[in-house]
Nanobody, 113 residues
Framework: QVQLVESGGGLVQAGGSLRLSCAASGIVFSMYTMAWYRQAPGKQRELVATVTSGGRTNCADSVLGRFTISRDNAKNTVYLQMNSLKPEDTAVYYC???????WGQGTQVTVSS
């Protein structure tokens, strides 16, 4: 059974930082591209960042230079380091095995101005 468990969300002031983690189980983690998505109230879920099995990363323009995705295959974990947070980054953040229907439960990130 595939499980993705996110952690690390919370409330932070604008300009602050958070690191999200997503622990995966039930898959050969190192084989898969992993992704972070987010969904703000009243908006569609959007792709934030991806990291391939080989470690190649890609980020949405809206977070480029501020967010960094990484992975630790030994720990079956993918991370999202978020710096210089803005109020518009407020959303529920979800971990996903790219191009599958496997999602975590989400973790709330709230950035106050």
């Amino acid at each position: 059974q595939v499980q993705l468990v996110e952690s690390g969300g919370g409330l932070v002031q604008a300009g602050g930082s958070l690191r999200l983690s997503c622990a995966a189980s039930g898959i050969v983690f190192s084989m898969y591209t992993m992704a972070w998505y987010r969904q703000a109230p009243g908006k569609q879920r959007e792709l934030v960042a991806t990291v391939t099995s080989g470690g190649r990363t890609n980020c949405a323009d809206s977070v480029l230079g501020r967010f960094t995705i990484s992975r630790d295959n030994a720990k079956n974990t993918v991370y999202l380091q978020m710096n210089s947070l803005k109020p518009e980054d407020t959303a529920v953040y979800y971990c996903n095995i790219r191009l599958t229907d496997h999602w975590g439960q989400g973790t709330q990130v709230t950035v106050s101005s």
